[in-house]
């Protein structure tokens, strides 16, 4: 079915109006003509820019804005920076083992189940009439002390260190839930920039996971992996920044205990209605089990990477060249999903995406066995060619699963039941994270003995390919067709100006107007 014939005639209209004029309006010059490929060149240098022009139009300029620094610095640089330098932390100076890490990296995860728990302390107990910048100011300032305490303390315990980068977490957690209840309600009113809008999240993330990467190596090999753990105070002193500086109206009624506890109340049972839908508890589900049953390795991996008896003995420079060079990849792989993908029914791609996720994992079985080097491909080469085919197939796989979750949400309480969807997420890593180290803790691949690690990925690929076997959980429906009826939840009264769940971010304009 054609989107157009559901949408209504609301922003969407001027979106595609500027696409037709920059793409349309201005005639090519002859393609024999010397200027022509001049002209075409040009074109692909301006369309980005064009692009988030647009964006910023529909959207308003403050919204990419604080896309830019959640999804870019505080996600994107800041979990490349972490993942890097927090396995070199455990591994050199903690000296814990792989499967212990692969626990430790699921409790990372808590932060982001507590994101519904998130969300309806920002919708229901606003401080000093703000809903949003004091939640801002208290992540940064969460995550900025807790990096700089295990970046400082010489001899941290185990507990101390998990519970401090677990606080880095709920820094980066805590400000995603401002940014989502944004996207997920944009989504709503004008859901033919959904995947649009998921482009720009993910173009973010990897831009700043390309710089986060391409630093961490460096930093680790002349900081010391603790000392590098410091430098993630930094995108947290930018929340604290994003608090005080973004536009939100202040509501000076003063919050009643009584109405903010019915408020969190009728969250939960239109929560509760919505999740008993079919349409929504059955992709749900999927997306749940996609995750938890594609079980994680990437300790081991990382352990036998830089061992150097039974490894190829990467250097930490050489890690974080690997990862970079895997963030690029997923650049390409944002690009192919937003110029070639997005208007696929969400279960045709999902399915050939986990296909392709599946025996793509094959690759790295090929590499831990060294059947690499019997075909003559050198370790340096193979593993990066295996990292990039990694990450352009898991970003076209995770992107329409985004979009359909900004699908899922039942109009008034977009943002509270897409944090509690990004929570079911968290849950599936977390999940995945555990039964990653449960399995290579039975089958003991330790610090030094990876005899059984080839079994672990080979059982980890087999449960990839098996999640097709749910794909008839998905609909059939196009990105951009309107999955859940407007009037799902019933009885439910119209919210007031200071009621409506999001993120209010205007552009300087409307600020001066209002």
Known sequence: MDSSETKPLTKDTSSEKFYHHHHFSDPLPDQNHPEAATTRFLNIIHEPFQWLNMLCKELNTTFVIGVVLVYGVSQGFSGAFFRVVSDYYWKDVQRVQPSAVQLFIGLYYIPWLMKPIWGLLTDVFPIRGYQRRPYFIIAGILGFASALT????????????????????????????????????????????????????????????LIGY????????????????????????????????????????????????????????????????PKVWKPTLYMY????????????????????????????????????IGAMASIVGVLIYHKLLKDFPFRNLLFFAQL?????????????????????????????????????????????MMVLS??????????????????????GGLTNKWGGGLVLHVLHVTRTDFTNLWLALLIRNLLRIATLGLIFLIPKDDQSEILIPSNMLTNKPTATTEEEEGLQLVSMDEKLEA
């Open 150 to 209: 295990v970046a400082v303390s010489a001899k941290l315990s185990v507990l101390m260190a998990l519970l401090c980068l677990i606080g880095v977490s709920a820094g980066v957690s805590i400000a995603d839930v401002m940014i989502d209840a944004c996207i997920a309600r944009n989504s709503k009113e004008i859901p033919g920039l959904a995947p649009d809008m998921q482009s720009l999240c993910m173009f973010c993330s990897s831009v700043g996971a």
């Open 214 to 277: 391409s630093t961490s190596g460096l930093s680790v090999h002349h900081l010391g992996a603790q000392e590098s753990l410091g430098i993630l105070a930094m995108p947290a002193v930018l929340l604290v920044a994003l608090g005080f500086f973004i536009y939100e109206s202040r509501n000076k009624i003063p919050c009643e205990q009584k109405k903010a506890t019915e408020k969190v109340g009728g969250a939960m049972i239109d929560m509760y209605k919505a999740i008993k839908c």
């Open 289 to 324: 089990l996609s995750l938890a049953v594609s079980i994680s390795t990437s300790e081991g991996q990382f352990y036998w990477f830089t061992q150097a008896k039974a490894g190829p003995h990467f250097s930490q420079e050489f890690v974080g060249v690997i990862y970079a």
């Open 356 to 400: 392709l996720y599946g025996t793509s994992g094959m690759l790295d079985l090929i590499f831990v066995l060294r059947w690499n080097l019997k075909l003559g491909i050198p370790d340096y080469f193979f593993v990066i060619t295996e990292e990039c085919v990694s990450r352009i197939i898991s970003r076209i796989r995770w992107m329409p």
């Open 406 to 427: 900004t699908r899922l949400c039942p109009v008034g309480i977009e943002g509270t039941f897409f944090a509690l969807l990004m929570c079911i997420d968290s849950f």
